[in-house]
């Protein structure tokens, strides 16, 4: 289990990060009932997934470890 290194690299942490965000500004805009502002929520979330996705087509995503013929796990 100590191989798997899930979410930690440049691509997850952005997209997390401008997600939270998101969300936050979505969820103040229903507190305050403000539609620009759930619109700009709404948009970053487009945003979010999107630089993420580019930056892991980039290289800065998690890389995959290989597996070898050697494994002794179930599949």
Do not use: C, N
Not at 6 to 25: E, K, N
Not at 48 to 60: C, N
């Amino acid at each position: 289990m100590a191989e798997h290194r899930d979410g930690q690299s440049t691509a997850a942490w952005t997209g997390v990060a401008i997600l939270l965000l998101a969300t936050f500004l979505i969820s103040l805009a229903i507190v305050i009932a403000s539609w620009p502002m759930a619109i700009v929520g709404i948009v970053l979330v487009v945003v979010g997934v999107a630089a993420g996705k580019i930056l892991a087509m980039a290289g800065y995503g998690q890389t995959k470890p290989e597996e070898s013929s050697t494994s002794t796990e179930a599949r």
